[in-house]
């Protein structure tokens, strides 16, 4: 194990020791290549740097006390992986190879896998790219797929702790019809701006309206938002929200403690009557929400008013990290042991 300070790991980039690729050329996909350099070689004319034909997945790895090493429903990774390079017209990396790769580097970089109890998790950043030329607009035809690992703490640096959250309206993360519902890079770029101006403002991100007109809660920058009332777990259903793992894994654990299950759409002045909410997500796992404030309008929603995360949202955070560090029964089959 090296000398880190696991317990206060960023969310952020760690070198590690080897990343893994794999090109798609002439119609099918390589041999996988390992490679210890953190930088690769792209043709510049590359459509990944043109017109945005990238898409990304995030997974966490958790050592656990019974020493062994649990990757999370890499196999819905995969598939959003796939769902996301259709969406944008690029070749989809099949889910025998993206396991493969995604076991080799896990095993390679194992030394970085950070250890139980901390907070801490080992990082899986897949990503493809068309690397191929073009100057008109259209796919490319070659594709490079990659997977770097790092160990990371929290991404909001409140970890647990209740975090606030500007809604805004001058700004959207997609089109109606656009590419909300699929990992691209483009999404992100978008969100850039309104998500710096809501730092600088005092918040830990923004939450995005629905697109057409901003009356329905959308996503919680990148995480999903839900809400709880009374036994129920609420969650919005729309076109333009990534379908995260996390939020699915949160709906099956809500059914499983006897909860009510709602994925529908939520209107804002609904927020007026959640008595919990949070954003959720690989990243941020679930970030307990204390204050709502709607940057046009002025108005506030306040939750956790003793400071600290509602009963729920704390049952479901400790059920889901039990579940994935190995300490609470998997009985849905999510983790993968690696071994
Ligand atoms: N929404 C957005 C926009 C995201 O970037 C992410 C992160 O992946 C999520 C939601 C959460 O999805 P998941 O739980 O699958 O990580
Ligand atoms: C994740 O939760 O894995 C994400 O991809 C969020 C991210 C954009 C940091």
Same mark, same amino acid.
């Given at each position: 194990m090296e000398n880190i300070d696991w317990g206060n790991l960023p969310f952020g980039y760690f070198k590690t020791d080897y990343n893994v690729r794999c090109y798609y050329r002439n119609g099918k996909w390589g041999?996988?290549?390992?490679?210890? %350099?953190?930088?690769?070689?792209?043709?510049?004319?590359?459509? &990944?740097?043109?017109?945005? !034909?990238?898409?990304?997945?995030?997974? $966490?790895?958790?050592?656990?006390?019974?020493?062994?090493?649990?990757?999370?429903?890499?196999?819905?990774?995969?598939?959003?992986?796939?769902? %996301?390079?259709?969406?944008?017209?690029?070749?989809?990396?099949? &889910?025998?190879?993206?396991? !493969?790769?995604?076991?080799?580097?896990? $095993?390679?970089?194992?030394?970085?896998?950070?250890?139980?109890g901390l907070g801490a998790a080992l990082y899986i950043r897949p990503l493809t790219i068309g690397s191929g030329p073009q100057v008109g607009v259209k796919p490319a035809e070659e594709y490079l797929f990659m997977i770097f690992v790092g160990p990371v703490g929290p991404y909001f640096k409140e970890g647990f702790s209740p975090v606030n959250v500007q809604i805004v309206t001058d700004y959207d993360r997609t089109a109606p019809n656009g590419t909300g519902h699929i990992k691209v890079g483009g999404n992100y770029a978008a969100s850039l701006r309104p998500a710096d101006r809501a730092h600088k403002e005092g918040f830990s991100t923004v939450l995005f309206l629905d697109s057409k007109n901003h009356q329905y809660i959308d996503e919680a920058g990148p995480a999903n938002f839900f809400g709880i009332k009374g036994n129920t777990y609420v969650t919005p259903d729309s076109h333009t929200i990534l379908p995260s793992i996390t939020n699915m894994s949160l709906r099956q654990i809500a059914k499983d403690l006897g909860m009510t299950v709602e994925k529908r759409p939520v209107a804002l002045d609904e927020l007026e009557s959640f008595d919990e909410v949070g954003a959720c997500g690989t990243a941020a796992v679930i970030s307990p929400i204390k204050k709502i404030v709607n940057r046009e309008s002025g108005k506030e929603y306040n939750y956790c008013l003793n400071g600290k995360a509602g009963p729920i949202s704390t049952k479901l955070y400790q059920t889901l990290k039990g579940i994935q560090e190995g300490e609470i029964e998997d009985k849905h089959g999510w983790n993968l042991i690696v071994e």
């Open positions: 041999d996988i290549e390992v490679s210890d %350099s953190e930088y690769i070689n792209i043709h510049m004319a590359a459509t &990944a740097l043109h017109y945005g !034909q990238e898409a990304f997945e995030g997974m $966490k790895v958790f050592r656990g006390k019974d020493g062994k090493i649990r990757v999370f429903r890499w196999e819905e990774n995969a598939k959003r992986m796939q769902r %996301s390079c259709n969406g944008i017209m690029m070749a989809e990396p099949p &889910a025998k190879l993206f396991k !493969q790769m995604m076991l080799k580097v896990i $095993k390679l970089n194992e030394k970085h896998i950070p250890p139980p």
